[in-house]
């Protein structure tokens, strides 16, 4: 079984929607993060937490938000979907070691698309 | 200051030839400095990394080469092959900052 795990893997849905992407992780690790990525940007940070009790903003977290439910899950939701929020989305996990160095690993990716 | 430049946007080399990968960073305070590979349908995943005290790195056939003063660093793939076909990501780090290029999308031809 993988590790880090995204439901759905798609999801077409439409714009003033609310969607709800969520995440699972087997490895024990304190350190969860939401990524989207387009093509020709990379990835980039749209949320993180650390641990049960810390949430914290990245590059682009304006118009989502996130719930970390227990140290194994964290999902990422859409209020109100609009267009060019379509995109991948991917969650990652890293352990306890300096945040800086600790690898990440990535789930799947979800591709959502707003019509 | 934040951002990872990284080029070539996409790359198409022979089997058995050297493909490589560059990126630039402006932010002296990054300090790891890791390179990820994802293949189709997939999430990324880690290849090789380097800090900035070494100015080279070799994994089997992928290696990093890091030039400290030019604030530069690239990805050499040898004897390139169609496996390694994917989508290859410079990424920086410092503290709880983790920035990522824009992506390298490498075709090896057999």
């Known amino acids: 079984d993988a590790d880090v795990t995204q439901t759905p893997r798609n999801r077409i849905t439409k714009t003033g929607k609310r969607i709800m992407l969520e995440c699972s992780q087997t490895k024990g690790h304190d350190r969860m993060y939401w990524y989207r990525q387009d093509p020709g940007l990379g990835l980039r940070l749209i949320y993180y937490?650390?641990?049960?009790?810390?949430?914290n903003k990245g590059e682009i977290s304006d118009g989502y938000s996130v719930s970390r439910q227990a140290q194994a899950k964290f999902s990422l939701s859409l209020e109100s979907a609009i267009p060019n929020q379509t995109a991948l989305y991917f969650c990652a996990t890293s352990g306890s070691g300096r945040p800086s160095t600790d690898t990440q690993y990535f789930g799947p990716g979800t591709r959502l698309t707003v019509l | 200051q934040q951002q990872v430049k990284q080029s070539p946007q996409s790359l198409i080399v022979q089997k058995g030839g050297i493909s490589i990968i560059n990126c630039a960073y402006e932010?002296?305070?990054?300090?790891?400095f890791p390179w990820y590979q994802q293949f189709p349908g997939k999430g990324p995943a880690l290849l090789i990394a380097?800090?900035?005290?070494?100015s080279e790195k070799k994994e089997g056939r992928f290696t990093i080469s890091f030039n400290k003063s030019a604030k530069q660093f690239s990805l050499h793939i040898m004897d390139s092959q169609p496996g390694d076909s994917a989508t290859y990501f410079c990424?920086?780090?410092?503290?709880?900052?983790?920035?990522f290029g824009p992506g390298t999308r490498l075709s090896v031809l057999p």
């Open positions: 380097i800090r900035p005290d070494v």
């Open positions: 937490s650390f641990d049960v009790k810390d949430i």
């Open positions: 990424a920086a780090s410092y503290g709880q900052n983790f920035v």
């Open positions: 932010n002296t305070a990054f300090d790891y």
